[in-house]
């Protein structure tokens, strides 16, 4: 028993370590970075809807370049609205499932690391039962 309850345990460890992450290492320069570059480019956009407006009241009536712009920018959100569930929907179908509850990780986590021993089990019921029994009297001992 003494041989088998490592194993277990490192089948364990090994399978709820395989598991991606669903966290992103990004350092502090990294995130600075992206945090800047989100602000000039909504600075960036504002300009563009700004020169858009003055050109169009150039050639147009005020509320018909309110409406161009408007319009432009609406198309624009939408763009980027449909660009960015289409990425969603993209990474939801790569990622596997994650269990929520962590009684329902457990099991899978259990499920694949016992995966494969059906077999032996069915050919050695005896044995089987008298190791289910063994562990779980361990168990008890070591929860007590």
Do not use: C
Not at 3 to 23: D, F, G
Not at 27 to 34: D, I, N, P, V
Not at 88 to 111: F, M, S, V
């Amino acid at each position: 028993m003494a041989i088998i309850q490592p194993m277990v345990a490192q089948l364990l460890i090994n399978s709820v370590l395989s598991r991606k992450s669903k966290a992103r290492g990004r350092s502090k320069a990294e995130f600075l970075l992206l945090v800047s570059s989100g602000f000039m480019s909504l600075v960036g956009i504002v300009f563009l809807f700004v020169a858009l407006y003055d050109w169009a009241m150039l050639h147009y009536a005020a509320w018909m370049a309110a409406v161009i712009t408007g319009g432009v920018g609406l198309a624009v959100g939408m763009t980027f609205a449909a660009i960015a569930g289409g990425m969603e929907a993209e990474r939801k179908r790569h990622e596997p499932e994650q269990a929520e509850d962590p009684g329902e990780a457990l099991l899978a986590a259990i499920d694949r690391a016992t995966h494969g021993l059906e077999k032996p089990i069915a050919d050695n019921p005896r044995t089987s039962v008298l190791l289910a029994s063994l562990a779980g009297y361990m168990t008890g001992n070591k929860l007590h």
